[in-house]
């Protein structure tokens, strides 16, 4: 049963770089896409973007200026990197993946497993 | 920009049917997907591709589609069915997209 755990600061400074790591266990990176989606305070999902394992990714058009993901499959690790990080970027940050495996996709699928989720605050 | 819209809230009595739709210009050509969540804790894929359920997940959710609308369905709603419904799908740009979502009350 694969299992996904997000970590990184719980703290960034406005400006700075949010950068968080999402760990996978039980499985393999392989032939999955890996998804980040944030929440707000109180407010809603926000799918932020994927990557398949072979590293082609896409992203939100709204955050796309300022973010990477990254995977690293000797970790089984997938990265997420937010620039020019300001208030509104605080969150809980969660990483999914997709249900869909071992093909190319043009559409973002359901996501099946959810890390715990990881709250960020951005404040100086 | 491409949005899907949920209703804020839907409240039911136990025992009864809750019907959350989801409304969106890109429906059904898009697939649709819904997710509980309850306070505290990470979403829960309940339907996938609008009527398909996962495994693990209990017979009364269920799934419809009409036209630009996609219906999560739970029949004899119980009390652990409190939460926080989200649907989502994908925008013409290929990106994902979350409706807004419905905070369901079992009165």
């Known amino acids: 049963q694969v299992q996904l755990q997000e970590s990184g600061p719980g703290l960034v400074k406005p400006s700075e770089t949010l950068s968080l790591t999402c760990t996978v266990s039980?499985?393999?990176?392989?032939?999955?896409?890996w998804n980040w989606i944030r929440q707000s305070p109180g407010k809603g999902l926000e799918w932020i973007g994927y990557?398949?394992?072979?590293?082609?990714?896409k992203y939100n058009p709204s955050l796309k200026s300022r973010v990477t993901i990254s995977v690293d499959m000797s970790k089984n690790q997938i990265s997420l990197k937010l620039d020019s990080v300001t208030a509104a970027d605080t969150a809980v940050y969660y990483c999914?993946?997709?249900?869909?495996?071992?093909?190319?996709?043009?559409?973002?699928?359901?996501?099946?497993?959810w890390g715990q989720g990881t709250s960020v605050t951005v404040s100086s | 920009s491409y949005e899907l819209t949920q209703p804020p809230s839907v409240s039911v009595s136990p025992g009864q049917t809750a019907r959350i739709t989801c409304s969106g210009d890109?429906?059904?050509?898009?697939?649709a997907y819904w997710y509980q969540q309850r306070p505290g804790q990470a979403p829960v894929l309940v339907m996938y591709?609008?009527?398909e359920r996962p495994s693990g997940i209990p017979e009364r959710f269920s799934g419809s589609t009409s036209g630009p609308i996609v219906t999560l369905i739970i029949s004899g709603v119980q009390a652990e069915d409190e939460a926080d419904y989200y649907c989502?799908?994908?925008?013409?740009?290929?990106?994902?997209?979350f409706g807004g979502g419905t905070k369901l009350t079992v009165l």
């Open positions: 999914a993946k997709s249900v869909v495996r071992g093909v190319i996709i043009t559409s973002v699928y359901g996501m099946d497993v």
């Open positions: 039980g499985g393999s990176i392989s032939n999955y896409y």
């Open positions: 990557i398949y394992y072979s590293g082609s990714t």
């Open positions: 890109g429906l059904p050509n898009q697939d």
């Open positions: 591709k609008a009527t």
């Open positions: 989502q799908s994908t925008d013409r740009s290929g990106s994902g997209v």
